[in-house]
């Protein structure tokens, strides 16, 4: 199925290092949503993004929502040995003919270094 | 948020049989997804829910395969039927609620 373009696909840290991940789709999409996902569980929302250009913190998360709606980013600043994980982007098209079903990235596998 | 639960967490199932997945969440919603996650993978959506209606099947997931029921807003179960190995996933509702999808805690599904 349609999925959306998601990099890095790992990365591998050391601990107090920042991250960055992106999504990037040639579609657009109404809402941008991060989601971090550990072993054995499911998704857990970090950030969602509802506007073009908006920029959004959560801690020390970071995201935004492109101008172009076709691309977000996730920053993760001064990496902690819990943000291990699997990170998602999913993208959210909304209209009459759309149920508001997600989209999701690859993912992207975070490792870090103590 | 949206507090959700599945049952089971976790099954080993023989092929040719099938399994129901239970989904139940603390409040009402309009909306219930069913996802598949293949191992290694992204999330699949395979489904939507809604309550009095027939499930909307994603293209390459069909009702024969993958029966939905949503008896009301708080509620929904999704069946593998006739199992093979290939349907060894993490099977995972998703609620829409505040604008936004929260995910239950997934159903680990092995079929040997």
């Known amino acids: 199925g349609q999925q959306l373009n998601q990099s890095p696909q790992s990365m591998f840290i050391q601990e107090g290092e920042d991250v960055s991940m992106n999504c990037t789709s040639s579609?657009?999409?109404?809402?941008w949503l991060w989601y971090k996902q550990d072993p054995g569980e499911g998704p857990v929302l970090l950030i969602a993004?509802?506007?073009?250009?908006e920029l959004t913190s959560n801690g020390r998360l970071t995201a935004q929502f492109g101008i172009t709606r076709k691309d977000s980013f996730l920053n993760i600043s001064a990496s902690i040995p819990s943000d291990v994980g699997i990170y998602f982007c999913?993208?959210?098209?909304?209209?009459?003919?759309?149920?508001?079903?997600?989209?999701f990235g690859q993912g992207t596998t975070l490792q870090v270094k103590p | 948020s949206a507090v959700i639960s599945q049952k089971p967490s976790r099954d080993i199932c023989q092929r040719g049989t099938s399994l129901t997945i239970q989904c139940q969440v603390d409040?009402?919603?309009?909306?219930m997804f069913w996802y598949r996650q293949q191992p290694g993978q992204s999330l699949t959506l395979i489904a939507t829910?809604?309550?009095?209606?027939?499930?909307?099947?994603e293209s390459g997931f069909v009702i024969d395969k993958f029966p939905i029921s949503r008896p009301n807003l708080t509620f929904s179960t999704l069946t593998v039927s006739n199992m093979s190995p290939e349907d060894s996933s993490i099977y995972l509702c998703?609620?829409?609620?505040?604008?936004?999808?929260?995910f239950g805690p997934g159903t680990r599904l092995t079929v040997l």
């Open positions: 579609s657009i999409f109404n809402t």
């Open positions: 829910a809604n309550q009095g209606s027939e499930a909307t099947y």
């Open positions: 993004l509802y506007k073009a250009g």
């Open positions: 409040s009402q919603v309009t909306m």
């Open positions: 998703s609620v829409e609620a505040q604008d936004t999808q929260y």
């Open positions: 999913a993208g959210q098209l909304r209209g009459s003919s759309n149920t508001g079903k997600l989209i």
